[in-house]
């Protein structure tokens, strides 16, 4: 770039390459002394020329044009290989360690959250990610792959100077088409006929295909479906899934010894002297449920009582015990056989309620306590006064039985169906982890089959099959959209393809066969991959099954990721600065003088105008990288 023209003034220019010269050779120093009056450069200059308005701080990285787009989609592209080989029956598991655990997984959302994305765009990956997660449960892996994939075949179109709002606006329309394709292919099911409930376990043992317990998909899916239709029974039972159904880790023990209590179940509390000797198991007990504290508690800090007779004092200490007894003898004659409380109960009431043959828990989890609640039809109580029989529950059977290493808490034949309590067990920590994500997948995925009511093949046979009805879609538009839609069919090709991939198969051969059975045979819809032998199939057939709002959630969220991606033109990173006003420019400076640092802000500042005229680029760490300039440099 020639100095006439950067857009720093040449006076200015002139007294930077002194600088410059002379942190090189010391005999310099004396042709870069600065002026002895107190003018500063901006007066020295000739009239008609204005200093450089500066409007960002020093070290404020921006990028923008074309450049930024790429860069963007090239960052995305790094981060969807982190997840690629994960997708599917075959794919790998990432093994990702932070200093203070290790997490194994092949969960694209658990993944995505422990990369610590620090790319700006790239996070936005993320954030689908999550959202597919906590909206379906299952396709965070997928929902990634086809909004990288969307970007990748975007990006020629880029690179040939395509603006990108027309770009937004073709993707929108190709994705609101696909979705409509996808309900209409759907397969409705009545959930409460025997077919409906084999629908539910096949969707749930599709999605556990992929796990690390896949192996044991007829254990778990049976277990995972009782679990959610327990609570569809109620008209708000699905919405708070993760409240209702609880998933407890024992480590130890082989995986085929986990089991499902259709009711309460959880480990047992910290307990006082005393608590052997209660009785352990009732048969339709009365439950109490407390937000009470049942201990003696030392006086306060600093807490004062004066006396005039020294006999006073023992009256004082007779009060406090009476309020202790009272509360306690008011939790005995309300009838109850078992007491819970989320805060502490002492030795004192252990010991009391253990002479009397009740069974007593104190500082219970927070959701255990709610379980408890709804499934027994008990009231929290945070007094112990007016306690009356209404606000006690019950149950069939109460026991508390030795899991593994540990005691569980267990209330069978609750009156009200709605909780579950799956107890997982497993050899490793890290095993019941990953279990425990997979079930998780699992029991999103039923509630929404239980939802929508609909499903569609997997194995890459909807995609497929959305992909073929957007080309023939797509000879009905003019001009570049046609082109766009085309390229948007073909990144949903990218589901098949990778799990051919991840198989280990030709890719390339199986999508062949793939695409002519779709577009010659007309029952062809539903002919995905063939994961075993390498072949197509047909996959419906086979009970490879995936809820409709999955994919819909899947495809309309990647378009709405990649349109994000796309509308970004420009990117201001701020830098962090230690000194508050160590982010003065020249506008700071005393009028009296300028300075040693004001002229390093000034070279610092010509360095970067030399950097975007030419592209030049600054690391953000990563590996990643924002090219400077407009259009590509």
């Not at 006086?299 to 007894?325: C, F, G, H, L, T």
């Not at 046979?461 to 046609?482: D, N, T, Y």
């Not at 230690?578 to 005393?590: H, Y």
Request: with cysteine; hydrophobic share 40%; aromatic share 6%.
């Amino acid at each position: 770039m020639a100095l006439s023209s950067c857009s720093i003034p040449w006076p200015e220019i002139a007294w930077i390459i002194k600088i410059f010269k002379s942190k090189i050779h010391p005999s310099y120093a004396a042709i870069a002394r600065l002026p002895q009056n107190s003018q500063s450069i901006a007066t020295m200059m000739p009239y008609g020329m204005r200093p450089g308005i500066i409007l960002l701080r020093e070290g404020t990285d921006t990028s923008q044009g074309k450049a930024q787009l790429i860069s963007n989609i090239n960052a995305c592209q790094a981060i969807s290989d982190a997840v690629r080989t994960t997708l599917g029956p075959r794919g790998m598991d990432k093994l990702i360690a932070d200093g203070r655990k290790v997490t194994i997984s092949n969960d694209g959302a658990t993944i995505m959250r422990l990369l610590e994305v620090e790319h700006p765009a790239a996070k936005t990956l993320v954030d689908i990610s999550m959202s597919q997660d906590a909206e379906v449960g299952d396709g965070t892996t997928s929902v990634v792959l086809l909004a990288v994939e969307i970007l990748k075949q975007m990006k020629p179109f880029v690179e040939e100077g395509v603006h990108p709002q027309i770009l937004i606006r073709n993707i929108r329309a190709a994705a609101s088409i696909a979705v409509q394709q996808i309900n209409s292919l759907a397969v409705d099911f009545d959930t409460s006929s025997p077919e409906g409930r084999d629908m539910l376990l096949k969707t749930a043992s599709t999605a556990l295909n992929s796990k690390l317990i896949a192996s044991h998909q007829d254990l778990f899916a049976p277990m995972i479906v009782d679990a959610v239709t327990s609570l569809a029974s109620h008209p708000d039972g699905l919405d708070d899934l993760r409240g209702m159904i609880a998933i407890k880790k024992i480590p130890g023990g082989d995986v085929r010894q986990s089991f499902l209590v259709k009711g309460v179940a959880f480990k047992k509390t910290f307990s006082y002297a005393g608590f052997e000797q209660m009785t352990k198991k009732f048969r339709h007990p009365k439950v109490l449920l407390l937000n009470v504290e049942l201990e003696l508690k030392n006086e306060k800090e600093n807490a004062e009582v004066r006396i005039d007779n020294p006999d006073d004092y023992q009256s004082i200490v007779d009060a406090e015990w009476q309020v202790i007894y009272g509360k306690l003898d008011a939790c005995v004659q309300c009838g109850a056989n078992i007491v819970l409380s989320k805060l502490p109960i002492g030795d004192l009431a252990t010991q009391y309620f253990a002479d009397r043959g009740l069974f007593c828990a104190g500082r219970v989890e927070e959701g255990d306590m709610k379980r408890v609640a709804k499934a027994t039809g008990a009231t929290v109580q945070t007094s112990t006064n007016g306690i009356y029989e209404g606000v006690l529950g019950t149950c069939d059977e109460f026991e508390e039985k030795q899991v593994g290493d540990e005691r569980f808490n267990i209330f069978t034949g609750c009156p009200c169906s709605l909780t579950s309590t799956m107890i997982l067990r497993g050899g490793s920590e890290q095993f019941i982890a990953e279990s425990e994500r997979s079930i998780h997948d699992a029991l999103m995925v039923v509630k929404r089959s239980l939802k929508s009511q609909s499903v569609v093949a997997g194995g890459g046979a909807v995609e497929l099959e959305v992909a073929k009805h957007l080309r023939e879609h797509a000879l009905s538009i003019e001009g570049k959209g046609q082109l766009i839609v085309n390229a948007f069919a073909k990144a949903l090709e990218i589901v098949p393809r990778q799990l051919c991939d991840n198989a280990g198969f030709d890719s390339n051969d199986i999508l062949s066969a793939l695409r002519r059975k779709h577009a010659q045979d007309e029952d062809g819809k539903w002919y995905g991959v063939d994961i075993e032998n390498g072949d197509i199939m047909d996959t419906f057939e086979a009970g490879i099954w995936e809820p409709t709002d999955n994919k819909s959630n899947s495809l309309a969220s990647a378009a709405e990721a990649a349109g994000v991606i796309l509308s970004i033109d420009e990117t201001v990173i701020n830098p962090r600065s230690q000194d508050p006003g160590a982010a003065t420019g020249m506008m700071g400076a005393p009028a009296g003088g300028m300075g040693q640092k004001p002229l390093s802000n000034m070279m610092g500042s010509a360095m970067d105008a030399v950097n975007a005229g030419k592209g030049g680029s600054r690391n953000l760490g990563g590996g990643v990288s924002y090219l400077k300039g407009r259009g590509g440099g």
